[in-house]
């Protein structure tokens, strides 16, 4: 990771604002941007191992001052820098069940950039909750057929967002997740995006996009083999049938619907109250369901590899 740089001084700009975080008896002035935040040293450098090497730096006498505060210009966007300090000085901050991914995305980059290590575990944290690395921790965020987000507020584009900032962070442990929670958006968002907000586009890298659709791909040919969570549909070895012909007929018009509308069914579950395949009997559906939970278990060992990614073992967050 290259050095992240800090200027103390102050660069002349048409219109400064000082944001709300301005406290008086601050003893630095950070200003990014436009924007100006008044804080104290002590916090920052407790916090932080990089403004506490920055605060030991001579001024020297003619470097511009606010009320006697040394400015230091950081590169960052405004709204990063007020979430960081916004999670340094308010103790409630964390502690919300979920947060926003503009959030958490801050305090990652942030986090990483300047060294705010407690800050950094926190929010990759929850993205490690929501992208877990085994089957039995993502099957836990399923509520009903639904992929449940606890830790992190959703909204149209998040499965694209997320994806570019745990790639764009090396958060390897969470891009299997991340990228199979994207692929299943459907196909045209994923190429053409998904618009948020008034004019804002949740979007893809070229690279990321490509992975996305050839993983697409690779699972929905994968699911089907012999062995995965769908090959029972393709190839049924059983002979213990109690209706062969009526099962047989359901298992089909089973498969076809999901060929029809080329579903990505490569982590499906059978609730245990209810049947895969409404109709059939009990002997085939003890078959069907032990099939889908070994299939699962094949699919979610070699899911990394979909996307060109190393083995589970081997991922790890570079951070």
Known sequence: ???????????????????????????????????QFRVHWGLLSQHSPFFRDLENI?????????????????????VDVEHL??????????????????????????????????????AVARLTFQNPTT??????LIADGNYNLTRITSYPG??????????????GLVLPVAYYRALICDPLQLLEGTKMSGEKLASLSVDDLYRCLIGRQKLV??????????????EWPYTDCRNPEGCGAKRKLKFHS?????T??????????????PGICATCHQHVTESINEGRKKMWEELPGFFDLPPWNELKNDL
């Open 135 to 140: 089957l039995e921790e993502y099957d836990n």
């Open 264 to 277: 990505v069914k490569a982590f499906v579950m059978v609730p245990s109250e209810q049947r895969a395949i």
């Open 258 to 262: 999901y060929m029809d509308r080329n």
């Open 221 to 234: 040919t994968k699911q089907y083999q012999p062995g995965y969570t769908l090959g029972w549909l393709r």
């Open 85 to 122: 300090l916004t999670a340094l000085y308010d103790p409630t901050f964390l502690s919300q069940t979920a947060l926003p991914l503009a959030i958490v995305g801050a305090l990652i980059r942030l986090g990483r950039k300047y060294d705010f290590k407690n800050l950094l575990d926190s």
């Open 58 to 78: 001579p001024q020297p006498p003619d470097e511009p001052t606010i009320d006697g505060c040394p400015i230091v210009e950081l590169q960052d966007s405004a």
């Open 1 to 35: 990771m290259s050095s992240p740089s800090a200027k103390r001084q102050r660069t002349e700009h048409a219109s400064i604002t000082r944001s709300n975080i301005w406290y008086r008896d601050g003893s630095v002035v950070l200003q990014t941007e436009s924007t």
């Open 158 to 171: 998040y499965a694209l967002d997320l994806l570019t900032l745990a790639r764009e962070n090396n958060l």
